[in-house]
């Protein structure tokens, strides 16, 4: 999912994100959110059990209590839809959802996230 950047002049608080159109042939099993320094970077698409894969149930994951992302700051973490594919994938996911807190007035952003999967036979 994209990386948080907070373009206002104030802190903010991300709470939630999530992608929304799941095509046919993906099942979204869970969410997570990793600090950047423990994964080595923001790693793309990693299957399980491969020998660079980040070990995300040994971290931290910052998306039961949401994270803050500091005033014009580019967030140390970010969110990961761990995923399943359960058939033929038929298109691309695009957008996902971020909700996040500034202050006492919550929020909600769609966003584009383009994700392209393809099995090989």
Same mark, same amino acid.
Request: glycine letters at 8%; proline letters at 7%.
């Given at each position: 999912?994209?990386?948080?950047?907070?373009?206002? @002049?104030? @802190?903010?608080?991300? *709470?939630?994100a999530e992608v929304l159109d799941v095509p046919q042939g993906i099942e979204v099993i869970?969410?997570?959110?990793?600090? +950047?320094?423990d994964t080595?970077? +923001?790693? +793309?698409?990693v299957p399980e059990g491969?020998?660079? *894969?980040?070990?995300?149930?040994?971290?931290? @994951?910052?998306?039961? #209590?949401?994270?803050t992302v500091k005033s014009k700051k580019v967030s140390d973490v970010f969110y990961v839809a761990h995923l399943r594919v359960t058939g033929?994938?038929?298109r691309n996911v695009s957008e /996902? =959802?971020?909700?996040? =807190?500034?202050?006492?007035?919550v929020y909600t952003?769609?966003?584009? /996230?383009? +994700? #392209?999967l393809r099995l090989k036979k």
């Open positions: 999912m994209p990386l948080p950047t907070n373009m206002s @002049d104030r @802190d903010v608080k991300i *709470t939630n869970g969410y997570g959110a990793y600090n +950047l320094e080595q970077g +923001l790693p +793309l698409i491969y020998p660079y *894969t980040p070990k995300y149930r040994e971290f931290k @994951d910052y998306s039961k #209590e949401g994270f033929k994938i038929q /996902c =959802r971020f909700e996040y =807190r500034q202050g006492e007035v952003q769609t966003l584009r /996230c383009g +994700l #392209e």
